[in-house]
């Protein structure tokens, strides 16, 4: 719908996607309020969790490309997030200082997260 069509735009009335109407052919709707705004970061944060896992296992198995296509998807949340407001503080740092098993230790619910070596920095004596 159109912004003349769209009575109370603030609930949720999606926009045209149809390939004449300018939409990518993807909408996403959002309601007024927070829950919008954490169901984003939510599936962003599934997203994140894959490209680590499938970033990990790149490095595993020494696949330059899978570890350059995943570093750079990493990065690329790591912007939305931030451009977002949502990504929680320590997902951020992981990701922000390329901990990247320590982001995926995050997402998994892991609460015994050693401090110390972020970003190549000797670890804290």
Same mark, same amino acid.
């Given at each position: ?7 109370? !735009? ?17 909408? !996403? ?10 169901? *984003? ?36 949340? *790591? ?7 949502? *990504? ?24 015994? !997260? ?12």
């Amino acid at each position: 719908m159109k912004g003349d069509d769209c009575p109370d !735009i603030q609930h949720g009335c999606t926009a045209d996607t149809s390939p004449r109407g300018g939409g990518s052919g993807i909408a !996403i709707t959002l309601k007024v309020g927070n829950s919008g705004i954490s169901f *984003l970061i939510a599936a962003m944060e599934s997203q994140i969790k894959a490209s680590l896992i499938s970033l990990l296992d790149g490095i595993k198995r020494s696949d330059g490309a899978v570890v350059t296509r995943e570093m750079a998807r990493l990065d690329d949340f *790591l912007a939305q997030g931030r451009s977002a407001g949502g *990504l929680h503080p320590q997902l951020d740092h992981f990701l922000g200082n390329r901990s990247y098993a320590k982001a995926l230790m995050f997402l998994g619910g892991a609460t015994d !997260i050693p401090a110390g070596a972020c970003g190549g920095r000797p670890a804290k004596g």
